[in-house]
């Protein structure tokens, strides 16, 4: 037991009905009318803080005032209102306007959105301001009663229930008992079936392809043309789609797999051979779609030739095969193999060798 | 004494003699600053006139015949279109080698018919692109499929509104507001400093025009909500929300809660 406190030493018992002071020690609860020791079961009421009269309550002329105000708040609204039904049918929609603070913004939005914004708010304001200025603010308490049943209606309760039970006779047919609950279970299945068989078809190996196969062109990205190899001069970007994939059965998600960026740099100046290889005469084709999360890595900088997601900053360097210079992305970007068909032509050489995009489980 | 005399120890007389001195200071410095190097043109002929003023403001970082060097780059093949665009929007002549990258001048240093000189001579150094047909630069084009090229190949670095946007290591991509259709032409087609080039085989000259129709009807502005906020999406917007609206939400939280006078 510590002893705290400079003018009481010891353990003080609580009468029930007082209230101890911090510096009066260790609390022992005199315990309940049976003699048990324990903290006190009810403390003593504090009673509520003393009632503030307002203004309204008190003067009539202040009540009069409140009673102006939310008479105006009311009249502001009702303008506001027929000021919408004016300006909806009287100003033309293709009116723009100089507004202070704003500057040139459509006639027709402004004043209808102000005014039923006014109007919705002024009969809220006014409703609140009547409640707080003249609808009675005492402090009412509401006893709550006990919510146990009486004894009686428990029993009967559980006398009609089972009453009812044993008059439906399933007590003594417990073919009946089997069968029903056999029908209902079994009636809940259709439902989960319906609820997990809608969650859409298997991926399958979706994550794994792309549209892109051997001898397709590469096309510019949207106007869908073929791209000759001498087209693309030093320093260029393309942004590419593989030919076909507007007519596929899936186009959005084809073309969040299969988007390309094509990138001419000096040969000279790429450091891993397979790179070299896998491109022609210096221009290369990665896919776009970035290894951490999946968005679209286009911001080519031509100088330093790092290609910079926007999202998250995975920073990537073309002249060493795309590896991650910075950024939360943890593989680089998959190279596509291109070459040049008879006509000229940028094609597809073979398809991506590996996964496009961000990991996922079996990869 | 005199009025003026009397008022002397007046808290604003310290005021009004800093106003003096600063604009007696910014009037001197306006009539006796140096003004920028003008090469004398004694030959009629362009290309020489143009080579003069080279010599006489870029040889020192580019070299003597443009073959570049520690501070400047080689100007060998970057044609006209270059020069046009980089003196025309005033980066240059650069102060100095500016890292992270020269930013847009505050003036352009040159007249019209130096520029096209100094243009001309810069395009005998090597073949390069030239300055582009007015035709294409006229901003009279399909305004939605410039859009939609603008979104493919320009809006990943300058916003979707061109207003502009953040690369790597403090490079960015310039605010592309109120820009000449013949600059931007030239722009795509040079590629100045990290942005690729566009060459008319990537872009065709109809589509560039069409991309420059784009931009110049985003310069009418004709946002119905009025402020457009910059047009950076969700950054400006959310910080309007976050103070204005919330703040007049937490302000209507609190009157709610407040008991009458």
Redesign the interface.
Known sequence: MSEHGTESAGEHVSQPGTALRLEQGQVEGAGNSEGQVGIPDRFSNPGLPPH?S???DLDEVAAHR?ERQVATLFGISMVATLTFLVAYFAIDQRT?QF?PG?????LS??VLGVSLGVSLLCIGLGA??WA??LMP?TEVTEDRHPQRSSDEARHETVETLEAGGRASQLGRRPMIKYMLGGALGLFALPLVVQLAGSLGPLPKADLATTFWRRGMRLM????MTPI?A??????????VLPEGIDKSHDVLEEKAKAAVIL?SLPPAVIRVPRERDWGHDGIVAYSKICTHVGC?V???????H?L?C?CH?S?FDVANDCEVI?GPAHRPLPQLKITVDAKGYLVADAPFLQPVGPSYWER | MNALGSHRRHPAAIVILLLLGLVATGGLYSLLAPRPAQAAVAAADDVTAGHQLFLANCATCHGISGQGGKIGPSLVGVGAAAVDFQVGTGRMPAAGPALPQVPRGKQVMFTNQEIANMAAYVATLGAGPAIPDSRYTQGDGNIARGN??FK??CA??HNFAGSG?A??RG?YAPNLRNATGKHIYEAMVT?S???????D??LSPT?KNDIISYLHDLDK???????SLGNLGPVSEGMFVWIVGLGLMIGAAVW?GS???
Do not use: W
């Not at chain 2, 502005?221 to 402020?227: E, I, M, S, V, Y």
């Open positions: 503030v307002r203004s309204a409140a723009y507004i704003i500057g040139q913004a459509s939005n402004i609140v301001h707080k200025t603010d510019r990205d949207p106007e000759k001498s087209d693309v001069t030093l320093g260029s970007v393309f942004h990138v679209p286009g911001l080519y900088e031509h100088r330093t790092h910079l926007p900053q920073t910075f | 939609e090229l493919v190949n990943m670095c946007g690369l790597t490079k590629g400093q990290s942005m690729p080039v566009f060459n085989q990537n589509d502005n004709k946002n119905p909500g009025g402020l709610l008991k009458a006078a």
